[in-house]
């Protein structure tokens, strides 16, 4: 890179947030992140990249935020990039699926009556919403993955881009249905369980169910599968 210059690219990756400064309801912090990087002009040009990046950000007022920090920028080869992302999803989706299956009984407890599930999400806690949410994001790996798979053989068929962008989209999907289980779920099993309203503990179960039909099965068992 050079000073005055400025090198544009696609950017795709993850951040997380910690050591958090003041008392407000979002807090500024430091910051830390990976991401896949797809270079549109000078020396990045068509070419994949990975960026790593640290630094710390400033809350300004509500969702207004201010980051200073430092990024590094690496080249790399397709192939190489490809397997290592491919390995990386499977990898990422493993541990957060393997922890569920051991701390809230997933994929089973889904057959299990509304109060069951809900009580048991609530005895969970912050560490069983934070499983939920890595295995959200646990298939981002494999997004770039899908670009770059597409790009190196779209040129061998048609078919290519369009099993690329409904690889894409179905990611996509997946990934939306699975993040009801950090946003949604809470509130719901949070209600139910302090609850003394039985029509109201009967209103969040009907929620949850309606939910559960929308996110669960039409989003991620049959969009995004």
Do not use: C
């Not at 957060?96 to 889904?110: A, E, N, Q, S, V």
């Amino acid at each position: 890179f050079e000073s005055g210059e400025t090198t544009s690219f696609l950017k795709i990756g993850a951040t997380a947030w910690f050591l958090p400064v003041g008392k407000k309801e979002t807090p500024s912090s430091f910051y830390a992140g990976a991401s896949y990087l797809r270079g549109f002009n000078r020396d990045y040009e068509d070419k994949n990249a990975l960026g790593v990046e640290a630094g710390f950000r400033w809350m300004v007022w509500k969702g207004l935020n201010l980051r200073i920090g430092a990024i590094a920028v690496a080249v790399m080869k397709t192939d190489k990039t490809i397997g290592s992302l491919l390995i990386g999803g499977a990898i990422s989706l493993l541990i957060p699926y393997t922890t569920l299956t051991i701390i809230f009984d997933y994929p089973d407890i889904l057959r299990q009556d509304t109060a069951i599930i809900l009580t048991k999400f609530h005895k969970g806690g912050s560490t069983l919403i934070g499983t939920w949410f890595a295995f959200a994001i646990s298939g981002i790996p494999l997004l770039p993955a899908y670009i770059l798979l597409g790009h190196k053989l779209e040129n061998k068929s048609l078919l290519v881009r369009v099993a690329t962008n409904i690889g894409i989209i179905g990611l996509v999907v997946q990934l939306v249905g699975l993040l009801r289980w950090t946003f949604v779920v809470p509130v719901l099993a949070e209600s139910f369980v302090h609850s003394t309203d039985e029509s109201a503990r009967t209103a969040v179960v009907f929620a949850f169910k309606t939910l559960h039909q929308f996110g669960g099965v039409l989003l991620g068992e049959h969009l995004g599968q």
